[in-house]
């Protein structure tokens, strides 16, 4: 069992463990409509030492399942966010992230949300954890327990580069973007 973060809290992933190569980014939630499930979509954004994305490939979702460099690497859309565990997991090969790329922002929206008229509000037990690939061991888990209504996408969380490590911040913030596009281009 990793450790449990709370919002805004950083925790160095690397540092003392030098072993560490790969990380699977799990995230989940629970979340209905009146019967309606809401399809929530994890994505990647793979951002410069400027924060902004690096190129359209650094954006990494259901439609982009790996990065040009191979280094992230999306595991597939969950339509229903059913059953227990990760609902959606992103796999990260420190060893081949780029240089050039300082952040890595993890981001959740709601697949179709304006027209079915869905939000955050709805949906319950929303995490992201940090887990070591090769011990397949959990590092860390951020439980969002915001008032996240009327938010139509979440920022989970971030790895970054600090110094030469590797570090994880647990960010939870909201946000009203109605898809990967539009929350991206803050980004641009």
């Not at 699977?24 to 809401?38: A, E, F, Q, R």
């Not at 959740?108 to 949300?113: D, E």
Request: proline content about 1%; aromatic content about 6%; charged content about 20%.
């Amino acid at each position: 069992m990793g450790v449990n973060l709370i919002k805004g809290q950083k925790v160095d992933l690397t540092k003392g463990n030098a072993a560490l190569k790969a990380l699977v980014v799990g995230l989940g939630w629970d979340g209905s409509n009146g019967g309606d499930t809401i399809d929530c979509d994890a994505s990647a954004l793979m951002l410069g030492e400027n924060g902004k994305l690096s190129s359209n490939k650094g954006i990494i979702y259901f439609g982009n399942k790996s990065s040009k460099c191979k280094s992230v690497i999306h595991q597939g859309d969950n339509l229903t966010g059913a059953g227990a565990g990760d609902d959606e997991q992103i796999v990260i090969d420190l060893t081949k992230v780029p240089e050039d790329i300082a952040k890595i922002v993890f981001v959740v929206n709601i697949y179709n949300c304006a027209s079915k008229r869905q939000h955050f509000g709805m949906i319950k037990n929303a995490y992201i954890r940090i887990m070591d690939k090769s011990a397949n061991g959990e590092l860390v888990k951020f439980n969002l327990s915001n008032d996240y209504d009327n938010m139509t996408s979440l920022i989970m969380g971030e790895v970054y580069r600090n110094n030469g490590e590797w570090k994880f911040t647990a960010t939870g913030e909201g946000a009203t973007a109605t898809g990967i596009k539009e929350l991206s281009a803050r980004y641009n």
